[in-house]
C-alpha cells in the first residue's frame, strides 16, 4: 500500500521568501510523484510531476520538486513567493497502475 | 482550464435524497476517476473507470454508485444522502493508467 505524508499542515512564509513544503511516501513498488495545487474555490492543477529521469523536476509557477529514493521525499520548493502561490498544495503518490494517494494538504500563506 | 467538465457547480438537497453528478474526461481520455474532498478526510478517491470497466474502488460507501458510459462520460450515484456526505466531489481522467491524471473544478454538494 501507498501512503503520504505532508509534513506540515499550514506554512506561511513573505512575500518574495523561499519556501519549502515537505512531502514524504512509503510504497513497496516503484512510484510516480505529483504535486497538485488548489485555489481557494477551484479544482485541482498539476503543478509537477516525477516519473523517471532527472530527480530535480521543474514545473509551472516557478515551483520545483526533487526526488529523493533514500528518503522517499518529494519536497516541493520555490525560491521566491508572490501573493498569488497562496493556495493549498496536495502532493500526491501514484504505482501507476490506477489512481492518485494524496496527502492530507499544505496551506501556504504568502503575508504580504 | 484542465479540460475536464463536470455538472452541477453546486448542489443542495435534503437527507435521504438523491443525486447525480455527471463528468465529461477530457477528449481523448478514456479513464476516469472519482474522489471526494472533505474536511474531515481529506482527498479520498472512490473509484475508477477505463473505457467503460470498473478498475478500482477506493473508499467508495454502498449507497454510491458510478458508471461511465460508451461516450465515456461518467456519472456519480449518490443516494440515500446523510449530512455527511456534503463535501466536493472531483472527477479526473487520463489517457489510461499510469499517465498524469487531470481534474475538473468540482461539485459542490451540501446536503441539509
Known amino acids: 500500500a501507498q501512503s503520504v505524508t505532508q509534513l506540515d499542515s499550514q506554512v506561511p512564509v513573505f512575500e518574495e521568501a523561499p519556501v519549502e513544503l515537505r512531502c514524504n511516501y512509503s510504497?513497496?513498488?516503484?512510484?510516480?510523484l505529483f504535486w497538485y495545487v488548489q485555489y481557494p474555490n477551484q479544482g485541482l492543477q498539476l503543478l509537477l510531476k516525477?516519473?523517471?529521469?532527472?530527480?530535480l523536476v521543474k514545473g509551472i509557477n516557478g515551483f520545483e520538486a526533487e526526488f529523493n529514493k533514500s528518503q522517499t521525499s518529494f519536497h516541493l520548493r520555490k525560491p521566491s513567493v508572490h501573493i498569488s502561490d497562496t493556495a493549498e498544495y496536495f502532493c500526491?503518490?501514484?504505482?501507476?497502475?490506477?489512481?492518485?494517494?494524496f496527502g492530507t494538504g499544505t496551506r501556504l500563506t504568502v503575508i504580504p | 482550464d484542465s479540460g475536464v467538465t463536470q455538472t452541477p457547480k453546486h448542489l443542495i438537497t435534503a437527507t435521504g435524497q438523491r443525486v447525480t453528478l455527471r463528468c465529461s474526461p477530457r477528449?481523448?481520455?478514456?479513464?476516469v476517476y472519482w474522489y471526494q474532498q472533505s474536511l474531515d478526510q481529506g482527498l479520498q478517491f472512490l473509484i475508477h473507470?477505463?473505457?467503460?470497466?470498473?478498475?478500482a474502488k477506493g473508499n467508495i460507501l454502498e449507497r454510491f454508485s458510478a458508471q461511465q458510459f460508451p461516450d465515456l462520460h461518467s456519472e456519480l450515484n449518490l443516494s440515500s444522502l446523510e449530512l455527511g456526505d456534503s463535501a466536493l466531489y472531483f472527477c479526473?481522467?487520463?489517457?489510461?493508467?499510469?499517465?498524469?491524471?487531470?481534474f475538473g473544478e468540482g461539485s459542490w454538494l451540501t446536503v441539509v
Open positions: 516525477y516519473l523517471s529521469g532527472s530527480t
Open positions: 477528449s481523448g481520455d478514456l479513464s
Open positions: 479526473a481522467s487520463s489517457v489510461s493508467s499510469g499517465n498524469t491524471i487531470y
Open positions: 473507470y477505463y473505457n467503460g470497466e470498473e478498475r
Open positions: 510504497s513497496s513498488v516503484s512510484v510516480y
Open positions: 500526491a503518490v501514484s504505482t501507476g497502475a490506477n489512481n492518485l494517494f
